[in-house]
């Protein structure tokens, strides 16, 4: 299981940390991502970490402002939302998959937290 928390609003320019808590063991063999989606639109791919930690992907949109981490000593994710705008505004999601690989499609995921919630007010 996962859980996601840490959304909230806040006004464009500001910082958000989201945290995903994650029940599956070894935490460390999984990768993991972050994907959001806005009204109306579908799921897209934010940020992807391996196992170890060592290996990150992101997608364009947020590269340079938000940084995906982990702690595996406490079975946590995070992502650091730094400079926030507008169009940041969505449902954020975790999810965990047995990958060599951080593909950033929804369809390799298998596990699944529920989303949080993060609002940008310009």
């Known amino acids: 299981q996962l859980q996601a928390f840490g959304g909230g609003s806040g006004q464009a320019g500001e910082s958000l940390r989201l945290s995903c808590e994650a029940s599956?063991?070894?935490?460390?063999?999984?990768?993991m991502a972050w994907f959001r989606q806005a009204p109306g639109k579908e799921r897209k791919f934010v940020a992807a970490?391996?196992?170890?930690?060592?290996?990150?992907n992101y997608d364009v949109s947020v590269r340079g402002r938000f940084t995906i981490s982990r702690d595996n000593a406490k079975n946590t994710l995070y992502l650091d939302l730094n400079t926030l705008a507008s169009w940041d505004t969505a449902v954020y999601f975790c999810?965990?998959?047995?990958?060599?690989?951080?593909?950033?499609?929804?369809?390799?995921?298998?596990?699944w937290g529920r989303g949080t919630q993060v609002t940008v007010s310009s």
């Open positions: 599956a063991r070894p935490f460390d063999t999984y990768a």
């Open positions: 970490i391996s196992g170890p930690g060592r290996s990150t």
């Open positions: 999810a965990a998959a047995h990958l060599p690989l951080l593909i950033p499609l929804a369809s390799e995921y298998k596990y």
